[in-house]
């Protein structure tokens, strides 16, 4: 599986920004999931979805301002993230495996394919 993630950028605080994260090759993938890296920490889950139904998963800090969807038949999943805080600002990175499960969902260690990742600033 190959991922490419783009709609990065710069915005104010209380902005918005839609992330894209197009999937090609292997075609089968269990989960999908947005993570994110600031600078010195960890990488953190962000939200996941099960690809054949459609469920998703949130952080708590994401609950309630973000939302992750997909195209299907783009094989393409999406993040749109409200209310941006400057503690949003990071490296976000979409992940899929075909073999994590749900109790491991926040795991970035279970996740064999990544995106080069985009970087969100929010500013002020």
């Known amino acids: 599986v190959q991922l490419q993630a783009s709609g990065g950028g710069s915005v104010r605080a209380g902005g918005s920004l839609t992330l894209s994260c197009a999937a090609s090759?292997?075609?089968?993938?269990?989960?999908m999931a947005w993570f994110r890296q600031a600078p010195g920490k960890e990488r953190d889950f962000v939200a996941g979805?099960?690809?054949?139904?459609?469920?998703?998963y949130y952080a708590a800090s994401a609950k309630g301002r973000f939302t992750i969807s997909r195209d299907y038949a783009k094989n393409t999943v999406f993040l749109q993230m409200n209310s941006l805080k400057p503690d949003d600002t990071a490296v976000y990175y979409c992940?899929?495996?075909?073999?994590?499960?749900?109790?491991?969902?926040?795991?970035?260690?279970?996740?064999?394919?990544w995106g080069p990742g985009t970087q969100v600033t929010v500013s002020s």
């Open positions: 979805l099960k690809w054949s139904a459609g469920s998703t």
């Open positions: 090759g292997r075609t089968f993938r269990r989960y």
């Open positions: 992940a899929a495996d075909s073999s994590v499960i749900l109790s491991s969902l926040s795991d970035a260690a279970q996740y064999d394919y």
